[in-house]
Every structure is written in structure tokens, then in C-alpha cells.
């Protein structure tokens, strides 16, 4: 039987594993039809892409960021798609930038070297060690406020009331977005969020283009502000940085930071509705991470491998090539699928199985190499410190909804909404505070 399996499909996204062990299998690395991508599914093969950014070059990573804004193309499937898509690039040319302008702007996901190392040496100040770690104490903070108006309930839809809300919060606040317009920042990083993961379900082309149309009217604002007065902020950060060779223009800052409303939060919200799915489904690993939160940071990582919440990028092959025995034409779009990755056997032993002492941890669920996930620290301690925060407060839970429904995209993986019962914990007081009081 011959196999017919389109990425894009709705049904596939849904519970994508299935496929991917018949593509392992059958054709490890798989033209899909009718996109023409070359999905690559087994783990040395992805990392071969990964490893080899001068022939799997990341400029076609721009068509994720233009879906974020909802340009969409049909070989992709992304964004808005026949007369939404016209609509849509109608709306970009009422921009005082030129469309063309966001097209040609140094993105630093979709950059090669020699342009990529510059790059993100200077985006990098932002995301030093030190300015990461001293973040713990108010991540905390905003984990229990999310927490507090539902810890009594004994219910709470935990997308919509903590695993968005947390990182969307801290993103605000590392940018620097003042308390008054936190608001208007979550409606459009809701919005563009939405667009990004590929979705547009219940989306007009004029509500993308408002929320983007608002976001650069705001940031190219606040951009001039601290060419005046400098802050310490992230914005702050990249704006003092103009002088060096690799400065960000105005546009450039712009993106970076739609960059971060998308792949920031997104991973962070689906890494932890992804695990808390796991755990209720693995009761003796619930009970292991409740009886030892120090244990924590090793369920983190094996979210990250068993339930990736970034399934799919996207690489341009810059020669004719072959890969695992097959022909890849110059200028095609290849897929490296990390998801599939990281239920390959031949890499980890009992791949299906979700297992916090596995021993084999070297996923790929923030890249690898040069393009290695930039927010892959913060991520972590985000993850790390609302997973203290939920189980601590949580004698035990239960999803409230067996079949959970997923975000309609074939790159993210993560619950739309994820309702769940739980038996408050008596002390209320969450793990990680307990064990740091007694360190």
C-alpha cells in the first residue's frame, strides 16, 4: 500500500504519532503531496539537517513568521488562504512600511551565517544567564496570581487560566511594556499567537492586521523612547546595541518581537498543557514529581521529548542533495520533523513510552546547533517553576475532558483548552517554595 500522507491535514495534526512511526518505517525521509515538502522523520537524519545549515539553509523559516502576521501561501497551508490571503496582503499595503520591508528583515530564525552569528550575539544580551536566573522570583509571583482565583475551585481550564496568561506576563514584563498596556499586549499576542500556529479558525483578516497594525504602532513607539531615554529592558537592549555592526533596524526590533510572541510563548503554554496531559495519564510518574519535585527539571525534559510542543521546522535546501537515499532537488522545502524524531526507537528505547528516568535525554525540542532555541533557558525555568506551582497546589487532578482538543496546526502541539478537577492541596503552599525553604 502506498503511503498518502499530507502534514497539513487537520486529522493527521491531531494525533500525529501513528504517521510518523509509519514514515520511520516505510520512507524516512517522504515528498508529501501536494506541498512538495520532504518531510525527514528519523533522528540522525534530522539532526544531519540540523548539523548542516549551508545545505539546509533556515530562510525558509520566514514563512512561519508571515503566517504569524496571517500571509499565508498555499504551498504551505499556513495563514489565511484564497480571498483571506488577497484580503489580507490588501490590508499590509495600507502599512507605512512596505510588505517587502518585513520580507527582507534579518529574522534571526530565519538567518544563515555569516549573517546569524552576529546576530545573535547581540540579541543574546538579552538573554544572558544571570538576566535569565533573576527572573525566578517574579515568575512565581505571576505563576500563584494565575493560580489564586481558581485554587479554591477546585476547577480551572489551565490554557486560559495559567499556562497562557504566565508566559504572556513575563514576555510583557521582559519587554518592558508598561502596566497600563499589558491589556492591549495580550490581545494581540493572543491574536498573532493564533495566526502563528498556523490556525486562522475564527479569525477575519482585519483582526490580524489591527493587532499587527497596533503592536508596530506601539513598539516603533517605544523603540524612539529609548533611543532617548535607554531602559534596561529587552527593547531597551537591542535599541542600545545600534551602534555595533549587526544593530537591528526599527522593523528588525519589530519582528524579533513578534518572534517572541509566537515561538516564546506558544512553546511555553503547549510545553505545559502537554505535560500535564501526560501526567494524568501516567499515574506513577504524577506520583514520583509530587513525592520529589526535585525531580522536576527531569519531567520537564521528557515533555520536551515525548510531547514536543514545536513538531515541525522548516529548512531550503541550497544544493541538489540526497538524504537517506533520496534526491532532494535544489530550492525544496524540507521539514525536519522533531517530533517524529523523538519517538524514533533506534534513538530512544521504548520511545512511546512517558518516562521522567530515561536516561537517553538529548531531544531536539529546542533545535540543535547554531539555531539552538535562544529562550530555551527561559522556557525551562518557566516550565520548571509552573510545574511546582500546579502540582503544589494540587493534592491531585483529573482532566475534565478525556479527548482533548488540539490547536489546529501541524508545527505546535498543545491543548486549546484543557479543563481539569483537582483536590486542592491542604497547605496550599506549592513544592518548589517548600523545598527551597528547607535548602
Known amino acids: 500500500m502506498s503511503i498518502a500522507i499530507d502534514p497539513f491535514d487537520p486529522q493527521i495534526s491531531k494525533d500525529p504519532y501513528p504517521h510518523y512511526e509509519r514514515l520511520r518505517r516505510e520512507a524516512p525521509v517522504y515528498r508529501s503531496e501536494p506541498s512538495g515538502f520532504f518531510m525527514v522523520t528519523r533522528y540522525d537524519d534530522v539532526m544531519r539537517v540540523f548539523k548542516q545549515p549551508d545545505l539546509f539553509s533556515s530562510t525558509a523559516m520566514m514563512t512561519i513568521m508571515m503566517s504569524g502576521l496571517g500571509v499565508g501561501t498555499q504551498a504551505s497551508g499556513l495563514g489565511f488562504q484564497g480571498a483571506d490571503a488577497a484580503r489580507m496582503l490588501e490590508l499590509f499595503q495600507q502599512m507605512p512600511i512596505p510588505l517587502g520591508e518585513f520580507l527582507k ?65 513575563v514576555i510583557a514584563e521582559l519587554l518592558g511594556i508598561e502596566t497600563e498596556r499589558r491589556a492591549d499586549f495580550k490581545r494581540w499576542s493572543d491574536v498573532l499567537i493564533q495566526s502563528g500556529s498556523g490556525s486562522t479558525e475564527g479569525l477575519r483578516p482585519e483582526t490580524v492586521f489591527e493587532a499587527f497594525r497596533e503592536l508596530d504602532a506601539y513598539l516603533r513607539t517605544a523603540i524612539e523612547r529609548r533611543r532617548s531615554e535607554p531602559r534596561s529592558d529587552l527593547i531597551g537592549t537591542l535599541v542600545a546595541a545600534e551602534a555595533s555592526e549587526a544593530a537591528l533596524s526599527t522593523t528588525e526590533v519589530l519582528m524579533f518581537v513578534v518572534l517572541l510572541l509566537i515561538a516564546g510563548n506558544e512553546t511555553t503554554t503547549n510545553l505545559i498543557g502537554n505535560g500535564m496531559i501526560a501526567l494524568s495519564r501516567n499515574a506513577a510518574q504524577l506520583s514520583a514529581v509530587q513525592q520529589e519535585p526535585e525531580r522536576i527539571p527531569a519531567l520537564v525534559e521528557e515533555i520536551l521529548r515525548y510531547d514536543a510542543p514545536i513538531q515541525i521546522l522548516f529548512r531550503r535546501a541550497t544544493r541538489d542533495t540526497e538524504l537517506a537515499g533520496v534526491r532532494i532537488p535544489k530550492d525544496s522545502t524540507v521539514l525536519p520533523c522533531i517530533g517524529a524524531a523523538h519517538r524514533d526507537e533506534r534513538q530512544f528505547p521504548d520511545p512511546d513510552r512517558f518516562d521522567i528516568e530515561r536516561s537517553n535525554t538529548v531531544h531536539l525540542g529546542f533545535g540543535f546547533g547554531i539555531h539552538f532555541c535562544l529562550g530555551a533557558s527561559l522556557a525551562r525555568l518557566e516550565a520548571r517553576v509552573a510545574f511546582e506551582e500546579l502540582l503544589g497546589a494540587m493534592a491531585g487532578f483529573e482532566l475534565a475532558e478525556p479527548n482533548v482538543p488540539y490547536i489546529d496546526s501541524f508545527l505546535l502541539r498543545g491543548p486549546k483548552r484543557l479543563p481539569i478537577h483537582f483536590t486542592p492541596a491542604r497547605n496550599g503552599r506549592s513544592h518548589g517554595s517548600t523545598e527551597r525553604a528547607r535548602a
Open 105 to 169: 528583515s534579518r529574522m534571526l530564525i530565519a538567518s544563515d551565517p555569516p549573517i546569524h552569528g552576529p546576530l545573535r550575539s547581540l540579541v543574546n544580551r538579552g538573554f544572558t544567564p544571570k538576566r535569565i536566573a533573576a527572573l525566578e522570583p517574579r515568575i512565581r509571583e505571576i505563576a500563584r496570581a494565575c493560580l489564586e482565583p481558581v485554587r479554591e475551585k477546585g476547577e480551572m481550564d489551565l490554557v486560559h487560566d495559567f499556562s497562557i496568561p504566565l508566559p504572556v506576563t
